[in-house]
């Protein structure tokens, strides 16, 4: 089955030591997104990619960055996270924009 | 600012009953998209159904459908003879046409009770 695929399903890091998510999808799909969500809250965009197009959203923080090396895989850094940034990290795909976004089973992180 | 509206944080339902989640949105837009995402415990958040602002029909998906009121900006999702499977958070979402940021409401987590 075509589908978003998310690793690891859960991550445990260190305040301040770098950390990489990763997403991929068998959708073939152009734009890939990530979102950041909290406890009891709605997911956040962070940013996405159309293609090799990067679009960081504005009140992302520079500790997150974004690499797609192809069309199927994109990873999520973060340099140096902080206890704010525990929550659970969703990729989600679309064709295209305008289209409905399929979202992975999601990464949920914890930071010690 | 475009914002959707999620007024009931928790709900519950017997098995095998009716259950309506509300949601509000605040747009100047005329064209855009509604949508129902259900978010299962510790599972992938899944699309539940989809409605076009154009549209005056009502959306609906087997035992899900939506009351759309465009000019009250309301879109509650009903779901008929509840399954335990439906124990989920759901979302309510809106984009504008041409555009691909969702806005995500803060959710409903509904329990069905067998």
């Known amino acids: 089955d075509a589908m978003v695929i998310q690793n690891p399903r859960y991550q445990v890091t260190q305040f301040g030591k770098p950390v990489t998510l990763s997403c991929s999808q068998t959708?073939?799909?152009?734009?890939m997104y990530w979102y950041q969500q909290k406890s009891s809250q709605a997911p956040k965009l962070l940013f996405h990619y159309y293609d090799k197009d990067f679009n960081n959203e504005a009140d992302t923080p520079d500790n997150f960055q974004s690499r797609r090396p192809n069309t199927s895989f994109c990873f999520l850094d973060i340099r140096s996270p902080g206890l704010g940034d525990a929550a659970m990290y969703l990729c989600?795909?679309?064709?295209?924009?305008?289209?409905?976004?399929?979202f992975g089973p999601g990464t949920r992180l914890l930071v010690l | 600012a475009q914002t959707v509206t999620q007024s009931q944080p928790e709900m519950s339902v017997q098995e095998a009953e009716t259950v309506t989640l509300s949601c509000t949105y605040d747009t100047s837009e005329n064209n855009y998209y509604l949508f129902w995402y259900k978010q299962p415990p510790s599972r992938q958040m899944i699309l539940v159904i989809r409605?076009?602002?154009?549209?005056?029909q009502n959306a609906t998906e087997n035992r899900f459908s939506v009351n759309f009121q465009k000019a009250a900006k309301s879109f509650s999702l009903k779901i008929s003879d509840s399954q335990l499977g439906d124990t989920a958070m759901y979302f309510c979402a809106f984009r504008t046409s041409g555009t691909y940021k969702y806005i995500f409401g803060t959710g409903t987590r509904l329990k069905v009770l067998a």
């Open positions: 409605q076009e602002a154009y549209k005056q």
């Open positions: 959708l073939n799909h152009n734009v």
């Open positions: 989600a795909t679309s064709r295209v924009f305008a289209e409905t976004q399929y």
